[in-house]
């Protein structure tokens, strides 16, 4: 399974936008990049998906360069309640839709008034 | 919509005790995937299940069983509880037909071991 990094914690203001990047330089061919979102004691929540190029979707956008080395959770206009903390994860998408994922250390973002 | 169902929300048990949690995932959501979260820590997986049968296992512990029935719903099983048991278990669930469709998590069952 590729391993990801991705920074500890960054802080932002409200109406910010904010860019949280993540390593994954073993990436596989099959491998899906998958960004949660996770607030205490609730189950991580989906928020984007992609393999390569540019994902957006109504509330993030997933931009992944070529080599998928890394890959960027841009958050448009955040606020308060976008306090939580982010996970990156790489896994292959079976046929069967099946995918194990693998939690590494997310990054804690808060944002302030 | 609909989403991942898991019940109790909250349980707490004596060490040596054995728990049931149940989870009931989205409709005609057929793979269902249970994780750990200890306190300050990252999820874990545990194992999952795909159509009723085991498909992966991860870090789950000897003295923990799970299944997956004819409705879909699964029920993780806990046997001899020790204090290090006490966490947070999620469930997910997704769609072998949609291969695009990710994990949805339920906001799990928070078991406390005494």
């Known amino acids: 399974l590729a391993k990801t990094t991705q920074p500890i914690s960054m802080d932002s203001y409200e109406g910010q936008e904010v860019n949280i990047t993540c390593s994954h330089n073993?990436?596989?061919?099959?491998?899906?990049i998958t960004w949660y979102q996770q607030f205490p004691s609730q189950g991580p929540r989906f928020i984007i998906q992609g393999y390569k190029t540019k994902v957006t979707n109504e509330v993030a956008s997933l931009f992944i360069p070529a080599d998928r080395k890394s890959s960027t959770l841009s958050l448009p206009r955040v606020s308060l309640s976008d306090t939580a903390v982010y996970y990156c994860?790489?896994?292959?998408?079976?046929?069967?839709?099946?995918?194990?994922?693998?939690f590494g250390k997310g990054t804690m973002l808060l944002v302030s008034p | 919509a609909a989403g991942v169902i898991q019940s109790p929300r909250h349980l707490i048990k004596e060490k040596r005790e054995t728990a049931t949690l149940k989870c009931y995932p989205i409709?005609?959501?057929?793979?269902v995937y249970w994780y750990q979260q200890g306190p300050g820590q990252d999820p874990q997986f545990l194992i999952s299940f795909y159509e009723k049968m085991q498909s992966d296992k991860g870090s789950i512990p000897d003295r923990f069983s799970a299944q997956q029935f004819s409705d879909y719903h699964s029920e993780l099983n806990m046997s001899s509880l020790e204090l290090g048991d006490s966490a947070l278990y999620f469930c997910a669930s997704s769609p072998s037909d949609r291969p695009d469709q990710p994990q949805h998590f339920g906001d799990g069952t928070r078991l406390s071991i005494l």
């Open positions: 994860l790489v896994a292959p998408v079976m046929n069967s839709g099946y995918s194990t994922l693998t």
């Open positions: 409709p005609r959501h057929d793979t």
């Open positions: 073993n990436i596989a061919t099959n491998d899906y």
